[in-house]
């Protein structure tokens, strides 16, 4: 079954086409981060107009790079939710309407389930049951994965996620937009232990997260100090190193608690290098493999869609010729995900 993917939820439109028996066929993104980076941030209005402009062009390419026609297309995936909800009605709208052109079917997707089977992308895929570390801008969760569609929170955020986090204390470092990226580039300057930060809830049993608290310690440790490159890296070198460990021993205790012998990691903030390397360490401790999608593929992608879209296709599965998209979207419990 041959899939075009189309995924908008923020601030990256991107295309692409997956086929069950030969893999990824193309994919195609636009970054918006030129667009957003004069704000600081993501501007919702700004956001859903760039995609209006960039999906059909994008289409086009990404139909072309697969060398596939309209005729060989089987179905049409798109994100239904969670995200910016006009960015998403954009996406679900598109797709929708070219599905209804086609005469192809169309499916709404999960983005975090997206995010959940990107490893699957991979030449050395994980099979089913793993343990999954979602780590993103909007979400920090460990998911038990049984299958697809089968997902239950084990623990997530209790406020901010890491990834937000990241971006907060970097705008406070002084960084540009998106600041996670050059947080984690400025902490391999840093000295280590010249900022010693909490690592929040591991006092406690359970593993769900919070990272306002350490948001706020890295505000506090910056306040009244001449902000020179030193200083900033050697705060950013212990704020990494808090969120890291934090991270690292929540998925510890998940691993070894639940017996799993495979873990997934997948998000934007999966990218991280030094996140990588503690749970490589953490998972060959535990006796389980780890799986990673490469970096492309942790940030927003349509690939990730395009595959869910297919699987789910493949499975039987239909819906209806409404546009589906919401704002938010709990994974939850088993079979909850469509």
């Known amino acids: 079954m041959r899939v075009i993917g ?25 970054s918006q981060i030129a667009l957003h980076q004069a704000y600081g941030g993501v501007v919702p209005e700004l956001a859903s107009r760039d995609h209006i402009k960039r999906l059909l062009p994008l289409v086009r390419e990404a139909l072309t790079a697969a060398h596939s026609s309209r005729e060989s297309v089987d179905g049409v995936a798109y994100t239904a939710g969670p995200g910016l909800i006009g960015a998403l009605l ?13 005469a192809k079917p169309a499916i709404g997707i999960h983005h975090l389930e997206g995010h959940l089977l990107a490893p699957l992308l991979e030449p050395e895929a994980p099979p089913f049951p793993f343990l999954a570390l979602l780590v993103s801008g909007g979400h920090t969760q460990l998911v038990d994965v049984a299958g697809l569609g089968e997902y239950r929170i084990l623990g997530q955020t209790l406020d901010d996620a890491a990834g937000e986090a990241f971006d907060k204390t970097a705008k406070m470092l ?68 808090a969120v890291v460990d934090t991270l ?30 503690r749970l490589v360490d953490i998972a060959r401790d535990a006796g389980a493999a780890v799986y990673f999608p490469r970096a492309e593929f942790c940030t927003d992608n349509g690939a990730m ?19 589906d998209a919401r704002a938010s979207w709990e994974l939850g419990v088993a079979g909850s995900a469509r």
């Open 6 to 30: 189309i995924e908008s939820s923020c601030d990256e439109t991107a295309v692409a086409v997956f086929d069950t028996e030969r893999g990824l066929l193309s994919h195609r993104l636009h």
């Open 90 to 102: 954009v996406g679900a709208g598109f797709a929708r309407s070219l599905a209804y052109a086609w």
């Open 174 to 241: 002084g960084l540009p937009y998106p600041g996670g990226a050059a947080l984690a580039k400025l902490a391999e300057c840093g000295r280590p232990g010249r900022f010693n930060f909490p690592r929040p809830m591991l006092d406690r049993p359970g593993l769900d997260f919070s990272f306002s608290g350490l948001k706020t310690a890295a505000l506090v440790a910056l306040r009244g100090r001449v902000l020179d490159e030193e200083t900033r890296a050697d705060v950013a070198r212990g704020f990494q190193e």
């Open 248 to 277: 690292a021993e929540k998925t510890r205790r998940a691993l070894v608690g639940g017996g799993y012998r495979r873990l997934v990691v997948a998000g934007g903030v999966g990218a991280n290098m030094r996140l990588r390397r």
């Open 305 to 323: 869609i395009a595959l869910a879209g297919a699987l789910r296709l493949a499975a039987g599965e239909r819906a209806s010729l409404a546009v």
